[in-house]
């Protein structure tokens, strides 16, 4: 399947060069939200050429909020010294690939619907049977 982003699009988000280590995780997360994108929104390979940039973007997202969790699976973080402490709650502390309402919205994904099916009606000697 063709990547959505790469890692130098991440770079470019996150302002910094990424260590060896970090751009094996960052092409291993993007592989990963590139597939569940695909699969959340029915999206074919080749993807559209109209939605590249759009693609991109959001599996960016996708992947700095996984990519960023500071201690893997540590929800909170709380420091005291003297009479001065600090608390720290993570968003996303177990690294989870996740759409956001509006990255959904974009793709098109849980548009409601709605529809009628309209019952043929047949005749019988007189009678109506819905059948």
């Given at each position: 399947?063709?990547?959505?982003?790469?890692?130098?699009?991440?770079?470019?988000?996150?302002?910094?060069?990424?260590?060896?280590?970090?751009?094996?995780?960052?092409?291993?997360?993007?592989?990963?939200?590139?597939?569940?994108?695909?699969?959340?929104a029915n999206i074919?390979?080749?993807?559209?050429?109209?939605?590249?940039?759009?693609?991109?973007?959001?599996?960016?997202?996708?992947?700095?909020?996984?990519?960023?969790?500071?201690?893997?699976?540590?929800?909170?973080?709380?420091?005291?010294?003297?009479?001065?402490?600090?608390?720290?709650?993570?968003?996303?502390?177990?690294?989870?690939?996740?759409?956001?309402?509006?990255?959904?919205?974009?793709?098109?994904?849980?548009?409601?619907?709605?529809?009628?099916?309209?019952?043929?009606?047949?005749?019988?000697?007189?009678?109506?049977?819905?059948?």
């Open positions: 399947m063709t990547a959505y982003a790469t890692v130098s699009d991440i770079e470019e988000r996150l302002g910094r060069n990424l260590t060896d280590i970090e751009k094996g995780k960052a092409e291993a997360f993007i592989d990963d939200a590139t597939i569940y994108m695909a699969t959340q074919a390979d080749p993807p559209p050429t109209e939605k590249t940039e759009l693609l991109k973007s959001i599996c960016c997202a996708v992947v700095l909020r996984a990519f960023q969790v500071p201690v893997f699976g540590v929800a909170s973080v709380q420091q005291t010294a003297g009479p001065y402490s600090e608390n720290l709650s993570f968003a996303n502390p177990s690294g989870d690939l996740y759409l956001t309402s509006g990255e959904k919205k974009m793709l098109g994904i849980g548009k409601q619907r709605i529809g009628a099916i309209r019952p043929k009606i047949h005749k019988m000697g007189g009678d109506v049977c819905g059948w």
